[in-house]
């Protein structure tokens, strides 16, 4: 028995798998001021409803929104930062690019670390690693005993190419720890060995700011597991879809910043066909992953804090490997305005949990997306979360009325339609370029559907994109929580290199590929994996260019093999070769991993029979001429082969599938809802 555990921005989602598949899943509200309390509250409601014993649970998997939450609220340690003399100013100066060309009112996150607590160290290491300027130990020594002196609690050390010679930052640590024993140190070289320095020190910096933190949520989470009764220490989800231990996510918490997307886009990737699109939408965002080739894109470039949440550049960029995804502020939650033009806007704020929609009755004051899909009729106020929590309906259409409504000058539905329509396209538009600047015409994908709310907007979202088909799967209120439980216990190794193709020297590259491996090796079998592959990757681009594309490295005759690679990946990106001129290697990248687990997505209770159709409701249709009687049907009670003919609403404990009128739903032989037309 095994439990997925994703704590959300508004929900925290629970799935519990055995060999069989899905036996049980939960769901409760996020408590934002001690996360651990909901997971362990969820964790004892689950395993009493299902009837599962805790010492029958062998393993549970978690995700969490913590490192990110600890950022935004600038809650980490106070952090000193040691650079190469003359560079403690490049987390201020960034990359001078302003992300909104004409907004004379830019705002830019804040440093870390305020500049007073930056010093410059007395060191130069040049770009082919020879030492021009010895390390000031004095000074080391000297620096070191004045942070402990001013309760410093934390120090990032990044020096100039240091990811080509490390050993100034390999002294400074010693240093530090003969003179501040308490200081807790984080090389860049260790964190993230690769090349642009303002990317690599902010990312060495975010690692060491949130360690303690994380440290602490982290053992706290696994001695609140042993008292509930499991023995086995959590695994933790990593953001570029693999699992790891406590001990080194502890390590490493940069690399759990995005772990809750990740395991929507695996579960969907083990579901679905090779090439989908994956659209999460929970209580505070939506997400959209691209599946390629039976696996989500990963890219390596994020950022968190953005002062515009949905523009690059306006946030602290964190170089490790994620999930490529793209993220909508529009959730459940999403709080709907009219704004200064006079025009309806959706989001990106959220009411989140606390106090949430105003349809939950716990204070909230500003009408969400979740009130509008109340006021249209898809979602039944006595049903929500399985009859767990019951939605004030008058409450939401009367907040819609005074807020939306009236100063339109239209009817509640009307205003609750525009809502619900304008999450949809919204998140089409997104999709459509997410997918198209990837090389994938959208309008030939299927959508995997999952979150709470996904269901409910998603063949919404199908139709505004012209997806052929759009699935909810077995569970998929939870979906995220469910594909934590998929993923194999892995890590990502990188070294920087930059070299053109033909100077390159395959025995030099092996060498690299081979200390990375054995990295790789010796991590997995600390967590007891005897059994570790390996995934190798270059970091390519025409020379000149600014930023490189990710190419597998795999056997055949050296260059050529890589060269050929490059080519035709760069061309399924953008549809044309470049120009001629020659083909330089960055980074080389090694991935290794233990076995995914054997794992079954689909829920174990057969369709319980009897009569699937519950009643009917009335529900907003525009093409119907406004509310028409609607169906309303039992998911638990579909058999496979079942099919439904829209207009339809399909309802489960943890989320709700609309079926629009002239669309069809037919129940496959997974248990997945496929909706048509």
């Not at 050993?167 to 860049?188: I, K, M, Q, T, Y």
Request: net charge negative; hydrophobic share 40%.
């Amino acid at each position: 028995m095994r439990i997925g555990v994703d704590i959300g921005g508004t929900f925290t989602d629970l799935c519990a798998v055995d060999e069989a598949g899905i036996v049980a899943v939960g769901k409760v509200l996020t408590t934002h001021d001690a996360p651990a309390l909901a997971v362990v509250e969820g964790l004892a409601t689950l395993l009493a409803d299902a009837g599962i014993a805790a010492s029958d649970v062998t393993q549970v998997v978690h995700g969490t929104t913590l490192v990110t939450n600890a950022l935004i609220e600038r809650t980490g340690s106070r952090t000193a930062l040691l650079a190469t003399a003359g560079f403690r100013d490049v987390l201020e100066l960034r990359r001078e690019h302003r992300y909104e060309l004409y907004d004379l009112h830019l705002e830019l996150p804040a440093p870390l670390v305020p500049r007073h607590l930056r010093f410059d160290v007395p060191e130069r290491v040049l770009a082919d690693g020879s030492v021009h300027t010895a390390l000031d130990e004095q000074y080391v020594r000297k620096l070191g005993r004045e942070l402990a002196d001013r309760g410093i609690e934390a120090v990032a050390v990044c020096f100039l190419h240091a990811f080509t010679n490390p050993a100034h930052e390999r002294r400074v640590a010693e240093l530090l720890a003969e003179v501040a024993p308490g200081l807790r140190v984080a090389l860049s070289s260790d964190v993230v060995p690769e090349i642009r320095e303002y990317e690599r020190a902010s990312t060495t910096l975010v690692n060491v700011y949130v360690q303690d933190l994380t440290e602490r949520y982290l053992h706290d989470l696994e001695r609140r597991l042993r008292e509930l009764g499991i023995a086995q220490a959590p695994r933790i989800m990593l953001s570029n879809g693999g699992v790891a231990t406590v001990e080194t996510a502890a390590r490493y918490p940069i690399r759990i910043l995005e772990s809750g997307p990740a395991g929507g886009a695996l579960a969907a990737a083990v579901l679905g066909p090779p090439d989908l699109l994956a659209f999460d939408m929970g209580g505070t965002t939506a997400k959209l992953c691209l599946i390629a080739g039976g696996a989500p894109l990963v890219t390596h470039q994020f950022e968190v804090d953005r002062k515009y949440r949905l523009l690059p550049g306006s946030g602290l960029p964190v170089q490790v490997p994620v999930t490529d995804l793209i993220e909508i502020g529009v959730g459940g939650g999403s709080i709907a305005r009219i704004d200064a033009l006079g025009l309806l806007t959706v989001g990106p704020d959220s009411a989140g949990s606390e106090p949430g929609p105003v349809c939950y009755g716990r204070g909230g004051t500003e009408p969400t997306v979740t009130d509008a899909d109340l006021v249209l009729g898809y979602l039944d106020p006595g049903y929500f979360l399985g009859g767990g929590m019951r939605l004030d309906a008058e409450a939401a259409r009367s907040v819609l009325a005074e807020k939306i409504a009236r100063p339109l000058g239209v009817s509640v539905e009307e205003a609750a339609w525009g809502i619900h329509t304008s999450v949809n396209e919204n998140m089409a538009n997104a999709a459509r370029v997410h997918a198209v600047e990837r090389g994938h015409d959208p309008a030939k994908l299927p959508m995997y559907t999952f979150g709470g709310a996904g269901p409910v907007h998603g063949a919404g979202v199908a139709r505004a994109l012209g997806a052929p088909s759009v699935v909810a799967p077995p569970a998929a209120g939870v979906l995220s929580a469910a594909g934590f439980l998929t993923a194999p216990l892995a890590f990502d190794f990188v070294r920087s290199a930059r070299a053109a193709v033909h100077d390159l020297e395959w025995a030099q590259v092996d060498a690299l590929f081979a200390e990375m491996e054995a990295e790789g090796e010796t991590l997995l079998a600390k967590s007891g994996v005897a059994e570790v592959t390996h995934r190798r990757i270059a970091e390519m681009r025409y020379t000149g260019q600014g930023y490189e594309i990710r190419v597998p490295v795999r056997g055949g005759s050296w260059p050529r093999s890589l060269i050929e690679e490059f080519t035709r990946t760069y061309r399924a990106l953008y549809r044309r070769t470049g120009p001629e001129v020659g083909v330089e290697v960055l980074n080389w990248r090694v991935v290794s991993s233990g076995p995914a687990p054997d794992v079954t997505l689909r829920l174990t209770a057969e369709a319980s029979g009897g009569d699937a159709r519950k009643g009917t409701r009335k529900a907003y249709f525009p093409s119907t001429g406004g509310f028409v009687d609607t169906d309303v049907f039992d998911r638990y009670r579909l058999a496979p082969g079942t099919r439904v003919g829209g207009p339809a609403i399909v309802e489960e404990r943890e989320s709700t599938v609309v079926v629009p009128p002239g669309a069809h739903c037919a129940v496959r032989d997974d248990g997945a809802l496929e909706v048509t037309g």
